[in-house]
């Protein structure tokens, strides 16, 4: 993962407004209170290649403590609330130098913001690359202990606004804060040397703002917007760069809600037409870089519990990524959804770990690859590598993982009772027509449905999945299920009342969707029908 923010300058980062940067006129920018030394280290750093300027450790730290003070002042000033940060994504594509100068005459404090914010992204790449003597660490961390720069801040305040204002801003200030942030890593030590001395960094000092920069990441991901999305996006990838940094995202639930923004940008199929068009905002290269997260981060898997129960949890981890191998957008979000399930598939615990509280699997058991295979299996994963497996890849990392994925499920499978298979199914919310939806199953097996602490616990999920499911199909086979409940278990028409089945199911009557319409008509009528086969 080294050069990610090499990376970032390569990824269309770039402020809409560049064109008017050369015009600024610093004198007469008063309310940026410059001193006469910091507005002559910027015009040098104006004449000058960038690497040049970093030279000398002491002043690229100098330099990158001024670009920080204009931000600071900018934003005090009122950047952030001006015309710049009213430029859409739409109008940035189509923005021309006539107009980035209008709005350097009816916005200066917001040009300013993006030219501070645009040299930063700046330091930081060449460093990236290398500059003899200098490193990211010798520039933001100063003093003998190494403490980070106290005007880091002026980057967070970029972010507090809730994912609305300006877009760029946020998306480099967030990249720029994350990369400075991660450089202080205990795992990232190697090779942080300045001045052909080893340069000490306080971890410490970084900790506080790196749980600030993981909790507006997190709460980014968990708006369904595709544009509040791609403001993370960049510093999410530069997140994964650490150990540390990728089991704090984890703690901080990060792991759920980028499930769900796989979900969001992959179910494009029986989805209704508003729906449709959210899905939409997730781009496919937007599905990729989480997608790719998401692969780093199951390399934590044999290392941490705590991680395998998250990706486990609500098993949203597993059915975005199905979700994603299903549709196969493009064949490289393909390619690493399979790698990030052949992860998961083959994960295993320490023999020594506890398997207890919220790292344990329903059973008790401590959660490794076989419990991922059963949670594949139900969400019809085998369907969708057996499809894989016609088509012709010439990716051979590809081909090697749908090779060890069919292996895998169909010898998971064969060890499964279809009880479990169905259980499985139920739990994971992906109902596909199949020998566990048929009246021969429920006749041999609708005792089960009481369940072990006799709650009727699948029931409630089938009941549950009427409502909440965005899947035609799957309505249609939970109602299917609960009509065949309903038949084959003694008072199963009371409990499936009482459950508030009826109801559910008798709103979908009028549904759009005629197969859909046709189970709710059949389930209603076994629920009220007495005798329901002499009606048929």
């Known amino acids: ?110 040009i300013v913001a993006h030219y501070s914010l645009t040299k930063l992204l700046d330091i930081l790449s060449t460093l990236q690359v290398g500059v003899k003597g200098v490193t990211i660490a010798s520039v933001f961390y100063v003093g003998k202990e190494g403490v980070l720069v106290d005007q880091w801040k002026a980057l967070l305040r970029c972010l507090n606004k809730g994912g609305k204002g300006d877009i760029f801003a946020q998306k480099v200030a967030a990249a720029c804060l994350t990369k400075i942030l991660v450089t202080a890593c205990p795992s990232q030590r190697a090779g942080v040397v300045a001045d052909g001395k080893a340069r000490p960094i306080q971890y410490a000092s970084a900790i506080e703002p790196l749980e600030a920069i993981t909790a507006w990441i997190v709460s980014q991901l968990k708006n369904a917007s595709g544009t509040l999305v791609a403001i993370c996006t960049p510093a999410l990838k530069v997140l994964m760069d650490a150990p540390e940094t990728r089991n704090l995202f984890c703690k901080s639930g990060g792991i759920k809600y980028m499930s769900r923004q796989l979900r969001v940008g992959s179910k494009a199929k029986n989805m209704a037409a508003s729906d449709k068009k959210k899905m939409g905002q997730a781009s496919v290269q937007q599905l990729y870089e989480i997608t790719f997260c998401m692969w780093i981060l199951t390399y934590e898997l044999n290392r941490s519990a705590a991680i395998r129960a998250d990706f486990a949890k609500d098993t949203l981890a597993v059915s975005a990524l199905v979700d994603l191998v299903s549709v196969a957008p493009r064949e490289k979000v393909v390619r690493v959804a399979l790698s990030c399930l052949c992860n998961l598939a083959t994960c295993v615990a320490d023999e020594n770990e506890p398997s207890t509280g919220n790292t344990a699997s329903p059973t008790g058991a401590p959660i ?121 278990y003694p008072n199963g028409r009371a409990i499936a009342k009482r459950l508030g089945a009826k109801e559910l199911v008798m709103a979908l009557i009028e549904h759009e969707n005629p197969e859909l319409q046709r189970h709710a008509l059949q389930c209603v009528s076994k629920i009220m029908v007495h005798n329901w086969e002499h009606v048929k």
């Open 1 to 110: 993962m080294a050069g990610s923010v090499s990376m970032l300058a390569g990824m269309g980062i770039k402020s809409p407004v560049t064109d008017a940067f050369t015009r600024i006129q610093w004198d007469s920018l008063s309310t940026l209170k410059l001193t006469a030394q910091e507005t002559a280290l910027l015009r040098m750093a104006e004449t000058n290649p960038m690497d040049y300027t970093l030279a000398d450790s002491r002043d690229a730290s100098m330099y990158a403590r001024v670009l920080l003070k204009l931000l600071a002042e900018a934003n005090t000033a009122g950047a952030g609330a001006g015309d710049v940060s009213k430029i859409t994504t739409d109008s940035a594509v189509s923005m021309t130098e006539e107009d980035a100068l209008k709005l350097l005459e009816s916005d200066p404090l917001g």
């Open 368 to 488: 490794t690859g076989k419990t991922f295979l059963s949670e594949m299996i139900a969400c019809g994963l085998m369907k969708a590598i057996d499809h894989l497996r016609d088509r012709q890849f010439t990716d051979p990392d590809l081909v090697e993982d749908v090779t060890i994925l069919h292996k895998l499920l169909h010898d998971n499978y064969k060890e499964l009772s279809r009880w479990e298979v169905y259980k499985n199914e139920v739990e994971s919310g992906h109902l596909q027509w199949g020998s566990c939806h048929t009246e021969a199953f429920f006749k041999e097996n609708a005792r089960m449905m009481e369940g072990t602490d006799g709650d009727f616990y699948l029931v409630k999920v089938l009941i549950t999945l009427l409502s909440n499911s965005r899947d035609e199909e799957v309505a249609a086979i939970a109602c299917y299920d609960i009509g065949e409940f309903v038949r084959h």
